[in-house]
């Protein structure tokens, strides 16, 4: 079983990169068909979906397609504090257009509950939520959870653009926070 190290703390792998590329290419072509004519605005939400964003955009095919980026922050270490920051401002007119939120993951759902809230006031046409890992076991927010590539246990994850502390965004496959590594069983 492959494992890595992160900081202090192992993790194993738990989903190969072909896996999440499948199901993003699956959840591209849903788009395509469900936004088809829409001239839809991604809205990106830094940092953790940086390479999401990348994998997805490159498949959708709808004219009129814009991407921007917000850049929020919720975790740390691997506790969600329950407190959402807004980082970077976000000042683009988005009245009467159709929004597309790409998440890295969805955990308790306040960061996306908070986006919800903040992109509402500016009146767009709709919104739509769109995230590559979905964690149902950990949603504390009612929110909508449009399309989601993936469904995970509540377990924390990293690689994909996901974190610990920093580390573990750039690597292709997922790897699950290992509790009880074999040289301490
Ligand atoms: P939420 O506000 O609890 O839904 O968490 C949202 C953000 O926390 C996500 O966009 C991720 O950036 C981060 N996050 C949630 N779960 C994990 C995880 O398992 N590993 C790393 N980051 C996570
Ligand atoms: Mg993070």
């Keep these: 079983m492959k494992k890595?190290?992160?900081h202090d703390k192992e993790f194993r792998l738990l989903l190969e990169a072909s896996v999440i590329d499948s199901a993003i290419q699956e959840l591209a072509q849903k788009l395509n068909r469900d936004l088809e004519g829409e001239k839809p605005l991604f809205l990106s939400v830094?940092?953790?979906s940086f390479m999401f964003t990348s994998d997805l955009?490159?498949?959708i095919t709808i004219p009129g397609t814009e991407i921007c980026f917000i850049k929020i922050a919720s975790y740390a270490g691997t506790c969600s504090t329950g407190k959402v920051r807004e980082l970077i401002g976000f000042n683009k007119n988005i009245e009467g257009r159709?929004?597309?939120i790409l998440e890295d993951m969805i955990d308790s759902g306040n960061s996306m509950a908070y986006l919800l809230d903040l992109l509402a006031a500016r009146h767009p046409k709709k919104i739509?939520?769109?995230?590559m890992f979905y964690k149902p076991k950990a949603l504390v927010c009612k929110i909508p959870v449009d399309y989601y590539a993936l469904s995970?246990?509540?377990d924390f994850v990293v690689g994909r653009g996901l974190?610990?502390?920093d580390l573990g965004r750039n690597l292709p496959d997922l790897?699950?926070?290992d509790d009880q590594p074999a040289n301490h069983a």
């Design 163 to 165: 974190d610990y502390d």
């Design 128 to 131: 739509v939520v769109a995230t």
């Design 4 to 6: 890595i190290k992160l």
């Design 175 to 177: 790897y699950i926070l």
């Design 98 to 100: 159709t929004i597309v």
């Design 46 to 48: 830094l940092n953790g």
């Design 57 to 59: 955009i490159k498949q």
């Design 152 to 154: 995970l246990e509540n």
